[in-house]
């Protein structure tokens, strides 16, 4: 059985880097995300859920500002725009519904 950390790795944006499974209708990933890290505020039109493994990650997601830390999750609509900023070093699970094709 492959693992998710052999797979290759996808820089998402500076301190982001994923590690991505594909399956005929989901994506599933592992994100490391180094303190101080920001993703700037996007949207897509996959659902996705963020489970936060290890860290905390200060996500806006609409209108609404979320501290998420170790055992927390968040289900992102499709198309919200949502943005995130590592306080720490974080390690994270995303799945995204349908197929993430650009992170093949």
């Not at 052999?6 to 880097?17: F, V």
Request: with cysteine; proline share 9%; net charge negative.
């Amino acid at each position: 059985m492959p693992l998710l950390k052999d797979q290759p790795s996808k820089p998402l944006a500076p301190g982001l880097t994923g590690f991505y499974a594909h399956g005929s209708h989901m994506t599933l990933g592992i994100v490391e995300i180094k303190a101080g890290s920001d993703l700037p505020v996007h949207s897509h039109p996959h659902e996705q859920i963020t489970y936060i493994l290890e860290g905390q990650l200060d996500m806006t997601i609409g209108e609404e500002q979320c501290a998420l830390t170790a055992g927390m999750f968040y289900v992102i609509p499709s198309n919200i725009p949502h943005g995130a900023v590592a306080i720490t070093d974080c390690k994270v699970i995303d799945v995204f519904n349908p197929v993430r094709e650009d992170y093949r």
